[in-house]
């Protein structure tokens, strides 16, 4: 539209959304969406919602009422389950006393799960939340899950994920932090996936 009789071609288009990215006009990105189903636990979902450039729908625990459906709970792997059986046992005890689900809920720790969609515009997702959320100083839930959507904008926007994908390690000084030597963006990956991944 801003170069209206220019050569409009697929090889065109994407120098030209590469020229974008690079002299950073990201504003064009924020035409480009994508909505997603997370689940995760209550102590992820805030760092979500930290992030008020997304917009979310989310579970509440407020009316859900686990005594009559499974809680799922998110943990990594060789978490301690033992020590979350007395809040849920403390839960279920509420709930047979005649509490409603939502002072019972104060038992539940925050690795109760939670889903919730999550609609985010691609500049938010390129320029703000994959820096700090697939960075390998983020929290490993988080970060597992960030790289998940990293995948799906990819699969959307490959000429755009492209340029994000090779500017990740500078455009923000923490994203390397942790990393030992070898590229931090494989280094957060795989981290997440061996606390978190299926």
């Known amino acids: 539209m801003l170069y209206r009789g220019v050569d409009s071609s697929v090889d065109e288009a994407k120098k030209r959304i590469a020229a974008l990215w690079r002299r950073g006009h990201w504003s064009v990105f924020e035409l480009m969406g994508f909505g997603l189903l997370v689940e995760c636990s209550r102590a992820c979902h805030t760092q979500f919602i930290r992030h008020r450039m997304a917009s979310y729908w989310s579970e509440s625990q ?27 046992k403390a839960y279920m005890r509420l709930r047979e006393a005649g509490q409603r689900p939502e002072w019972a809920r104060l038992a539940l720790s925050n690795a109760a799960a939670v889903r919730f969609v999550v609609q985010m515009n691609a500049r938010e997702f390129f320029t703000v939340f994959a820096l700090l959320r697939c960075s390998a100083s983020a929290q490993a839930e988080i970060r597992h899950i960030c790289w998940g959507m990293f995948a799906v904008a990819w699969g959307l926007w490959p000429t755009l994920a492209k340029p994000a994908w090779d500017d990740l390690p500078t455009l923000h000084r923490d994203f390397c932090a942790k990393a030992r030597g070898e590229d931090c963006r494989l280094y957060a990956i795989e981290d997440a996936e061996r606390l978190f991944g299926p």
């Open 62 to 88: 407020r009316y859900v009422d686990y005594s009559r459906q499974e809680l799922r709970l998110v943990v990594p792997r060789d978490f301690p389950l033992e020590l979350l059986e007395e809040g849920i």
